[in-house]
């Protein structure tokens, strides 16, 4: 008797077919989120967010961290991430915790950097004790992903082995996926990229000079970016994350992505087509696991709008934009 045997194909098992981090960073408020506050990013098919408690420095060479303060605002502490977490869940919204820092002024924390040795092991301490608390509430809320820490190249330049160490002493507190979100022309020097899940990166990469570039123009730009991501990704066999992807809705949107002191007078098409370009083309690459937008905000009927030229897509033409590709991948 002949046998026959029947193959089975599930292609819904393949790696095309793997669900998107369709991802919104959730910015916090001074007061308590509310269903009503989620439900705008259900509408626009998120399946992610990012929430993020700060931290404070004064300056670039200060050693002090102050978090989970009463004086911040509510949803930057403990209590506000536990009942935030908590709400989108019910949602089925995955959740990013992640921590980072803010220093006033126009301080950048990728220019951190200790005057003594002294200095560098307090600022490791504080970072660390930091970044712990919340890798425990991470666990805690059965948040899906945790980011270690947020552009900061010149502390993990100087102080690799400080931060291979902090990761694990992360692994043994967090079960889940972690990242790091590394500025976008910085993210190939990160020393402990083999200790992650993903590859972060923070994607303000300049593009285009023109006033209002083309949809075309945008991705022609993309090519050689995307053929070193691509190249990062197989040499550590790890996905390419956006931690932050976006762009204001200005004149010269692309010139300088991340800059927001520039000319700031309103143009929809520029952010229009530069969201399409990067969705057109990052989305479908099996190498690439997903973003998170910058930024989104709890108020959503009074965010953004038409005299709005900041990242919010909220209230403009892009929200639909962000609506169809999300709903696609």
């Not at 050693?63 to 089925?92: D, P, V, Y």
């Not at 690799?160 to 992360?170: A, D, F, Q």
């Amino acid at each position: 008797m002949k046998k026959t045997f029947i193959v089975l194909l599930f292609i819904g098992f393949s790696t095309n077919a793997q669900k998107k981090i369709n991802g919104i960073s959730f910015v916090a408020s001074d007061r308590e989120v509310t269903i009503d506050a989620i439900e705008p990013l259900i509408t626009i098919n998120a399946n992610w967010v990012t929430l993020m408690p700060f931290a404070f420095m004064k300056t670039e060479s200060d050693h002090l961290l102050i978090f989970n303060s009463e004086r911040q605002w509510i949803n930057e502490r403990k209590e506000g991430i536990e009942k935030t977490t908590k709400m989108f869940k019910q949602k089925n919204i995955k959740i990013m915790l992640k921590p980072q820092i803010w220093i006033p002024k126009g301080g950048f924390t990728g220019r951190i950097k200790m005057k003594s040795e002294k200095e560098w092991k307090a600022l490791e301490d504080n970072y660390e004790n930091y970044i712990l608390f919340y890798a425990k509430i991470a666990q805690t809320t059965k948040c899906e992903l945790f980011c270690v820490g947020t552009e900061m190249n010149s502390f993990v330049i100087a102080r690799p082995k400080y931060w291979i160490n902090m990761i694990s002493k992360i692994k043994k507190i967090y079960k889940g996926k972690i990242t790091y979100a590394e500025n976008w022309d910085t993210y190939k020097s990160v020393p402990f990229i083999a200790s992650l899940d993903y590859i972060g990166i923070d994607a303000y990469f300049p593009l285009d000079t023109g006033k209002t570039p083309t949809i075309k123009s945008l991705e022609t730009s993309w090519q050689p970016l995307k053929k070193e991501m691509r190249l990062l990704s197989k040499k550590y066999n790890k996905k390419i994350l956006f931690t932050e992807y976006g762009y204001q809705s200005k004149d010269f949107a692309t010139l300088e992505p991340w800059d927001h002191s520039k000319s700031r007078t309103v143009n929809f098409k520029g952010q229009e087509n530069a969201l399409i370009a990067i969705f057109n083309q990052f989305w479908k690459e099996d190498w690439f696991a997903g973003g998170f937008l910058w930024k989104w905000y709890d108020n959503h009927n009074e965010a953004g709008g038409s005299g709005d030229s900041d990242y919010t897509v909220q209230n403009k033409p892009s929200e639909k934009i962000v609506k169809n590709y999300y709903s696609k991948n």
